[in-house]
């Protein structure tokens, strides 16, 4: 069947079915002449290993886009189980203190400067490689300069909630 020329579907179809995707949570930080940012996010990928790439799709409505490409660095913590706090910071909803603020929560400095959520479960650090627009985003492909590994189980979003994983047993098997 040749399904080329059809329109695309409507936005909301789209995004109610990719929200039934699992994801990983992420916190985007950058720092620079343009500022320091924050951005909640789960469009992380990994691209390459060698060279070692991952990409973050950012919407280019988010100051946080702008920052990343003045700074021309970027740093992806990887959220644990125990950090949705970030998260809600970080995508403006936050349920205590304000949004978009550093303040409110433990941060480390990467071997290039940038904030890194402490203890998160991973950890990159990233000079931009390349940058592409599509749509309403702006994809960055980062070349990473240091990882970190941490031991905090990953943080889960899916359906509009924040999850952990389940190991599946014999008992927990669906
Ligand atoms: C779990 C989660 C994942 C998100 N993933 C992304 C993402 O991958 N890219 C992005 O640009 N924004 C993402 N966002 C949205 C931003 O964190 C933030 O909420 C948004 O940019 C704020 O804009 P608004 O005030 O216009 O809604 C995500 C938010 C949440 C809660």
Redesign the pocket.
């Given at each position: 069947m040749n399904a080329m020329g059809k329109p695309p579907v409507a936005a909301e179809h789209f995004i109610a079915a990719m929200g039934l995707a699992a994801t990983g949570?992420s916190v985007v930080t950058t720092d620079g002449p343009q500022g320091r940012f924050g951005?909640?996010?789960?469009?992380v990928s990994s691209v390459s290993a060698d060279p070692p790439l991952i990409l973050v799709?950012?919407?280019r409505?988010?100051p946080a886009a702008a920052a990343v490409d003045a700074n021309g660095l970027f740093a992806v913590s990887i959220l644990g189980a125990g950090h949705r706090a970030y998260?809600e910071t970080?995508?403006?909803r936050p349920r205590e203190g304000r949004p978009f603020d550093f303040s409110h929560h433990a941060w480390r400095d990467g071997d290039t400067g940038l904030p890194l959520v402490e203890d998160a479960t991973a950890a990159f650090e990233c000079e931009i490689h390349q940058h592409l627009d599509a749509g309403t985003?702006r994809i960055f492909i980062g070349r990473v300069v240091a990882a970190h590994r941490g031991s905090a189980e990953p943080l889960v979003?899916c359906n509009r909630a924040f999850r952990r994983i389940v190991h599946l047993t014999k008992e927990t098997e669906p």
């Amino acid at each position: 069947m040749n399904a080329m020329g059809k329109p695309p579907v409507a936005a909301e179809h789209f995004i109610a079915a990719m929200g039934l995707a699992a994801t990983g949570v992420s916190v985007v930080t950058t720092d620079g002449p343009q500022g320091r940012f924050g951005l909640t996010v789960s469009a992380v990928s990994s691209v390459s290993a060698d060279p070692p790439l991952i990409l973050v799709c950012i919407n280019r409505r988010s100051p946080a886009a702008a920052a990343v490409d003045a700074n021309g660095l970027f740093a992806v913590s990887i959220l644990g189980a125990g950090h949705r706090a970030y998260a809600e910071t970080f995508s403006g909803r936050p349920r205590e203190g304000r949004p978009f603020d550093f303040s409110h929560h433990a941060w480390r400095d990467g071997d290039t400067g940038l904030p890194l959520v402490e203890d998160a479960t991973a950890a990159f650090e990233c000079e931009i490689h390349q940058h592409l627009d599509a749509g309403t985003h702006r994809i960055f492909i980062g070349r990473v300069v240091a990882a970190h590994r941490g031991s905090a189980e990953p943080l889960v979003y899916c359906n509009r909630a924040f999850r952990r994983i389940v190991h599946l047993t014999k008992e927990t098997e669906p």
